[in-house]
């Protein structure tokens, strides 16, 4: 079955730089689009970002626009998410997500639903 599993999470003073990895398995992981999506506390579901199944597509949130970096290396079925310049707002649970098969590339970089499976998640803290 599907299965995303995240890492590389943790306590990161503000300033900060953090690369979570999603290993992904239990199907053809090239086919599919992917995103990243964050959950803080109190809070509802938001989408961060997304790339296209090649990699030559991706989008991102206001909140993280150039600062996050979305990569996937299709070798090794993972999914990568390079976090910069960290803001105490940045703390949540962040997931990897895979979109619908065929999903539009618009909705991929721009975040207009279609996600179809969503890991555990891994804590991100920004904090002094």
Known sequence: QVQLVESG???????????????ASGFTFSNYAMSWVRQAPGKGL?????????????????????RFTISRDNSRNT???????????????YSCARYRLGIPISAVVTG????SSRGQGTQVTVSS
Do not use: F, R
């Open 112 to 115: 207009q639903g279609g996600l």
């Open 46 to 66: 938001e989408w961060v970002s997304g790339i296209s199944t090649g990699g030559a597509g991706t989008g991102y949130a206001d909140s993280v626009k150039g």
């Open 79 to 93: 999914l990568y998410l390079q976090m910069n310049s960290l803001k105490p707002e940045d703390t949540a649970v």
């Open 9 to 23: 999470g943790g306590l990161v003073q503000p300033g900060g730089s953090l690369t979570l990895s999603c290993a």
